[in-house]
């Protein structure tokens, strides 16, 4: 059974910064994608950022490009969110996504597998 599982997420004062972190287990294969994406509340959940298998190729929403960073590490099976400068308009639930293939997308329904989620919240 395959299972992501976010953690980092909390409370956070404008200009700060997080951490996110999503493990994933039950995964058969080391190639897979992975991405970010968030929800904040009344609003649809949108792309945040998106990784490959091997880390080589990254891409990230207009709106974080420069103060988020997404890495991950294959030998510890986690995929990490750095967020720095944060705003309060980051304020969401902050998920992780599995894909199984090369590459990660910025689109949510191409991914197989999704955490449960970490509330990030950004006071101004």
């Known amino acids: 059974q395959v299972q992501l599982v976010e953690s980092g997420g909390g409370l956070v004062q404008a200009g700060g910064s997080l951490r996110l972190s999503c493990v994933a287990s039950?995964?058969?294969?080391?190639?897979?994608?992975m991405g970010w994406f968030r929800q904040a509340p009344g609003k649809e959940r949108e792309f945040v950022a998106r990784i490959s298998w091997n880390g080589g190729s990254t891409r990230y929403a207009d709106s974080v490009k420069g103060r988020f960073t997404i890495s991950r590490d294959n030998a510890k099976n986690t995929a990490y969110l750095q967020m720095n400068s944060l705003k309060p308009e980051d304020t969401a639930v902050y998920y992780c996504?599995?894909?199984?293939?090369?590459?990660?997308?910025?689109?949510?329904?191409?991914?197989?597998?999704w955490g449960q989620g970490t509330q990030v919240t950004v006071s101004s």
């Open positions: 039950g995964l058969t294969s080391s190639t897979y994608g």
């Open positions: 996504a599995a894909r199984m293939g090369n590459v990660g997308t910025s689109i949510q329904y191409d991914y197989d597998y």
